[in-house]
């Protein structure tokens, strides 16, 4: 079992709509959890962070927690063709430093 | 001031030469960290700086990789004997103690 999973789409939305992309992890202690965007060609650029069990929004961009089912979601609404791009789920394990990171999922907003 | 900073951007070499990839943090950023992304492919960690601290290496492949932080700042990420595996996009991102990381623009590693 990978330690963050996504799935790698392509996620296919129309423009305006809500696009939910979703990440499970394997360590049930993980306390951080990242969200982030990679245009193509591009290096990632954070998006959003949660800590706490819950709902956490950003403009356009909710993340949501849940640890009991270890799930982290983004939710991004009134999606745009600019939101097309690669989404990196990362986790803050513990006892590890570094962030492990999924394998991305691949979302397009059709115009 | 300017963000993390990666030299050379492109890089191609044949293969069994040795590389060296340059990495300049965002200025007082303690923990610095290279991944490696393979085309299509996820975020792959391979070695964790934090100020004085013993490194973590636990993400490196083999022995032909290395890498130091000389005082405390600039990294070099160090690849002996290069094989065709090691084509991938290395990139280096800093941070004040473990997150959010800031990435650099990557260096992008061919071996012909």
């Known amino acids: 079992q990978k330690e963050v999973e996504q799935n790698s789409g392509p996620l296919s939305v129309p423009e305006g709509a809500i696009a939910s992309l979703n990440c499970t992890y394997s360590?049930?202690?993980?306390?951080?959890f990242f969200w982030y965007r990679q245009y193509s060609g591009k290096s990632p650029e954070l998006i959003m962070f949660?800590?706490?069990?819950g709902d956490k929004e950003d403009g356009r961009f909710t993340a949501q927690l849940n640890k009991a089912s270890q799930y982290v979601s983004l939710l991004i609404r009134d999606s745009q063709p600019s939101d097309s791009a690669t989404y990196l789920c990362?986790?803050?394990?513990?006892?590890?430093?570094?962030?492990?990171f999924g394998s991305g999922t691949r979302l397009q907003v059709q115009p | 001031g300017a963000g993390v900073s990666q030299s050379p951007s492109n890089k191609v070499t044949e293969k069994g030469k040795d590389v060296e990839l340059r990495c300049d943090p965002i200025?007082?950023?303690?923990?610095l960290y290279w991944y490696r992304q393979s085309l299509g492919q996820g975020l792959e960690f391979l070695i964790y700086?934090?100020?004085?601290?013993?490194?973590?290496k636990s993400g490196l492949p083999s022995d032909r990789f290395s890498a130091e932080r000389t005082g405390g700042s600039v990294s070099t990420l160090t690849i002996q004997r290069t094989q065709q595996e090691d084509s991938a996009v290395y990139l280096c991102?800093?941070?004040?103690?473990?997150?959010?990381?800031?990435f650099g623009n990557g260096t992008r590693l061919t071996v012909t």
């Open positions: 991102a800093s941070s004040l103690d473990v997150s959010p990381l800031h």
């Open positions: 360590d049930r202690g993980s306390q951080s």
């Open positions: 949660i800590y706490s069990n």
């Open positions: 990362a986790v803050k394990s513990t006892g590890r430093r570094a962030l492990t």
């Open positions: 200025s007082g950023h303690t923990a």
């Open positions: 700086f934090q100020g004085n601290s013993a490194p973590d």
